[in-house]
């Protein structure tokens, strides 16, 4: 059974910058793909980025690309996002997934809602505020 949890959330100010985790267990290194979600009060789900076994490259949606950095440490099966200047837009739960089906991270669904992926965190809140 996969177990995810996230850390790191909290307060910060517009055009700061905060790193959050999500660290798994019941995972393997084969194939799987992995990504972060978020969702605001009152909106819909959307995906932050992934990445997958298939080719090992980060993708973004078009709201965080350049500004927001997926990262991974497989020994500690720990899964980051590093996110530079926040804004009050931004701010939202932020969760992470986990599915053993690789191909369901692509650049063309990056942004969906992941409805796909299997495993879900509890999530970290973000709030951007001044």
């Known amino acids: 059974q996969v177990h995810l949890v996230e850390s790191g959330g909290g307060l910060v100010q517009p055009g700061g910058s905060l790193r959050i985790s999500c660290t798994a267990s019941g995972t393997t290194l084969d194939d799987y793909a992995v990504g972060w979600f978020r969702q605001a009060p009152g909106k819909e789900r959307e995906g932050v980025s992934c990445i997958s076994t298939i080719d090992n490259v980060p993708y973004y949606s078009n709201s965080t690309k350049g500004r927001f950095t997926l990262s991974r440490d497989n020994v500690a099966n720990t899964l980051f996002l590093q996110m530079n200047n926040l804004q009050p837009g931004d701010t939202a739960l932020y969760v992470c997934?986990?599915?053993?089906?690789?191909?369901?991270?692509?650049?063309?669904?990056?942004?969906?809602?992941?409805?796909?992926?299997?495993?879900w965190g509890q999530g970290t809140q973000v709030t951007v505020s001044s």
């Open positions: 997934a986990y599915d053993w089906n690789p191909t369901i991270c692509a650049p063309d669904v990056v942004s969906g809602s992941g409805d796909k992926y299997d495993y």
